[in-house]
């Protein structure tokens, strides 16, 4: 089977840091990615990690462990606007398998 | 760039009806366009995948009866659910990616089914 797990939801106050969680168990695996997602909106991309190791881009970072089968975002000087949910996905080939996803909620 | 859009963003149809959904790309051509569902606080899934000029292909699950997918030209796929019942009621949602593009999909706005 396919699975991926995050933790359901995380709070974290304005400024601070916050590390969301993703590890997987599916039948091929190109690389994870990560998307954000407001309420009634579409996801949007944040990262891809193809190989091991940290990626950052802006105040977002994603690190990839494949050997773990094992990811997370950190999310850093968190915003209000943070506050949305994040899911992990694996690239399967072309298909993207999403995880369950995360609601962070910010505040002040 | 790379803006995907959908049409309509709400619908409210009948028990026993159908409805179409398009899903549009704007400035680049789709080779491939993803069909995914999702319920309210629930993670996306994935419905089908479809290449222009051919069958879709269906996820485990998925009734290719029902959710008729046609994918007629590299700017357009069109979602059809037939015969909606209430338990169709969801936030059906598409993607699109380009050949040669680093597997990077495109989604859109999503469209909001509600079946009474």
């Known amino acids: 089977g396919q699975s991926l797990e995050q933790p359901s939801e995380v709070t974290a106050v304005e400024g601070a840091i916050v590390q969301i969680n993703c590890t997987y168990q599916?039948?091929?695996?190109?690389?994870l990615s990560w998307y954000q997602q407001h309420d009634g909106g579409a996801p949007t991309f944040l990262s891809y990690?193809?190989?091991?190791g940290l990626e950052e881009t802006g105040r977002f970072s994603s690190f990839l462990s494949r050997s773990d089968s094992y990811g997370y975002l950190l999310l850093q000087e968190l915003q209000m606007k943070d506050s949305a949910s994040y899911f992990c996905?694996?690239?399967?080939?072309?298909?993207?398998?999403f995880g369950s996803g995360t609601r962070l909620l910010v505040r002040p | 760039g790379a803006v995907v859009s959908q049409h309509p963003s709400r619908v409210i149809c009948k028990s026993g009806t159908s409805v179409k959904i398009e899903c549009r790309s704007l400035?680049?051509?789709?080779?491939?366009m993803f069909w995914y569902r999702q319920f309210p606080k629930q993670s996306l899934m994935l419905m089908a995948t479809?290449?222009?000029?051919?069958?879709?292909?269906?996820e485990q699950g998925v009734e290719k009866d029902k959710f008729l997918i046609n994918h007629a030209s590299l700017t357009l796929s069109t979602l059809t659910v037939t015969s909606a019942h209430p338990e169709d009621s969801s936030f059906y949602i598409c993607?699109?990616?380009?050949?040669?593009?680093?597997?990077?999909?495109?989604f859109g706005p999503g469209t909001r089914l509600t079946v009474t």
């Open positions: 993607s699109a990616r380009t050949q040669g593009s680093n597997y990077e999909q495109y």
């Open positions: 599916t039948s091929g695996f190109y690389g």
């Open positions: 990690n193809a190989l091991d």
């Open positions: 996905a694996v690239r399967d080939g072309y298909k993207l398998i």
């Open positions: 400035d680049f051509q789709a080779t491939t």
């Open positions: 479809s290449n222009e000029g051919s069958k879709a292909t269906y």
